[in-house]
């Protein structure tokens, strides 16, 4: 089973993500933590990506297609996965058509996503500045947000609303995959 997660950045992809990869018994991976690795590399590549995050950018489309498309090659992913942070443009969606079902989208407010983002445990990122997390929202609204139409209209989105507590959502999540 192939699971796609979209969200606002602390919206709770990532504890969700997880939650259900332990319930289904498949992997969960984000291409922000495949980008956060690719940064600490001393190459171009790593200085680049390491700059465009810190910034609060977008990877560039082909770029970002590229680096995923590669990185599920793994042997861990052939069974299925429940990926977090991608497609985040209509760009990419188009690019990636894997065969998932189900477009989960964990709908929360911008005020309630700051919220989390700026309590979040001693946030030492560098990519949490708050000219990056504005940046970051921003960029939500204006590339993210067509993406999810473009999964509303091929039938594959499914909205939960993330503003319950974490249990109440990963049943609703659950429910909406038949689990
Ligand atoms: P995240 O942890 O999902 O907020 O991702 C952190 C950063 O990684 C983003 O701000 C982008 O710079 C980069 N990134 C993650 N996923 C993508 C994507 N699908 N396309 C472009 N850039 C991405």
């Given at each position: ?132 997390i ?43 995959i038949?689990?």
């Open positions: 089973m192939k699971i796609i997660l979209i969200g606002i950045q602390g919206a709770g992809k990532s504890t969700q993500g997880n939650i259900l990869s332990e319930k289904l018994g498949i992997p969960y991976l984000s291409t922000g933590h495949i980008f956060r690795e690719m940064a600490k590399e001393k190459s171009k590549l790593g200085r680049y990506i390491k700059e465009t995050m810190n910034a609060g950018y977008l990877i560039p489309d082909d770029k970002t297609v590229e680096i995923v498309k590669k990185y599920l090659e793994k042997p861990e992913y052939a069974k299925g996965y429940i990926i977090d942070g991608f497609p985040r443009t209509v760009a990419q969606a188009h690019a990636f058509e894997n065969g998932a079902k189900k477009a989960i989208y964990l709908k929360v407010t911008d005020e309630e996503a700051l919220k989390r983002i700026s309590f979040r445990n001693g946030n030492e990122r560098a990519d949490e500045t708050p000219a990056a504005a940046k970051r929202i921003e960029s939500f609204h204006i590339h993210t947000e067509p993406a999810i139409d473009y999964y509303r209209q091929k039938g594959m989105l499914v909205e939960i609303d993330g503003e319950k507590s974490i249990e109440e959502i990963s049943k609703d999540i659950l429910r909406s038949g689990k």
